[in-house]
């Protein structure tokens, strides 16, 4: 079992549409969770952080998490084009260092 | 604002070939990465550096070396360079605490033929 699993997609929603991404975890010390967006041939870029359980929103992005059910999710609302790419969620779990897990990572399509 | 800065861009070594990946930061973080990214794998940890002075491997080390030269800098060398070390490497560095995440460099992509 991986620590971090996603589906791997492609996810395709309709420009306008919520996109809703979502990713679990194997490890239960884990203490907080990224979700990175990653452009084809690009680095991934920080989009969310959320630590607690509940949901957390930050313009058209909300994240969510669950630690009971070890699950965290990534609604994108108004899909836009732009939006098309490679989300990666990742899970920290600190210690001796700070030990991020990264899933394989959704890919996003947004069609206009 | 650099934040994390990866030389080169891009390699191509034959197989044999020794190179070494540079890695700084200028944000004052403590802790640095090297990761590896392929296809289907997802990113993978080579290795880390909690702090200036101190190194400790990943997930899949082997094939490779690091050096944390200070608390800017962090390299990566691979002595004898192998197909299957063919990938897109990423540097990313944090702060220490539990809500610090990684930023990332832009990535080297490299080809060992």
């Known amino acids: 079992q991986k620590e971090v699993e996603q589906n791997s997609g492609p996810l395709s929603v309709p420009e306008g549409a919520i996109a809703s991404l979502n990713c679990t975890y194997s490890?239960?010390?884990?203490?907080?969770f990224f979700w990175y967006r990653q452009y084809s041939g690009k680095s991934p870029e920080l989009i969310m952080s959320?630590?607690?359980?509940g949901d957390k929103e930050d313009g058209r992005f909300t994240a969510q998490l669950n630690k009971a059910s070890q699950y965290v999710s990534l609604l994108i609302r108004d899909s836009q084009p732009s939006d098309s790419a490679t989300y990666l969620c990742?899970?920290?779990?600190?210690?001796?260092?700070?030990?991020?897990?990264f899933g394989t990572g959704t890919k996003l399509q947004v069609i206009p | 604002n650099a934040g994390v800065t990866q030389t080169p861009k891009f390699q191509v070594l034959k197989t044999g070939q020794s190179m070494t990946l540079q890695c700084a930061q200028d944000?004052?973080?403590?802790?640095m990465y090297w990761y590896r990214q392929d296809p289907g794998m997802g990113l993978r940890l080579i290795y880390y550096?909690?702090?200036?002075?101190?190194?400790d491997k990943g997930e899949v080390p082997n094939g490779y070396n690091v050096s944390r030269l200070n608390k800017r800098e962090f390299s990566l060398r691979l002595e004898s360079a192998a197909p299957s070390q063919t990938s897109v490497y990423f540097c990313?560095?944090?702060?220490?605490?539990?809500?610090?995440?990684?930023?990332f460099g832009n990535g080297t992509r490299l080809t060992v033929t």
């Open positions: 990313a560095s944090s702060l220490q605490g539990a809500n610090s995440p990684l930023h």
């Open positions: 490890d239960r010390g884990s203490q907080s």
């Open positions: 959320i630590y607690s359980n």
């Open positions: 990742a899970a920290l779990k600190s210690g001796g260092y700070q030990k991020v897990t």
């Open positions: 944000m004052n973080h403590n802790s």
């Open positions: 550096s909690a702090s200036e002075g101190t190194t």
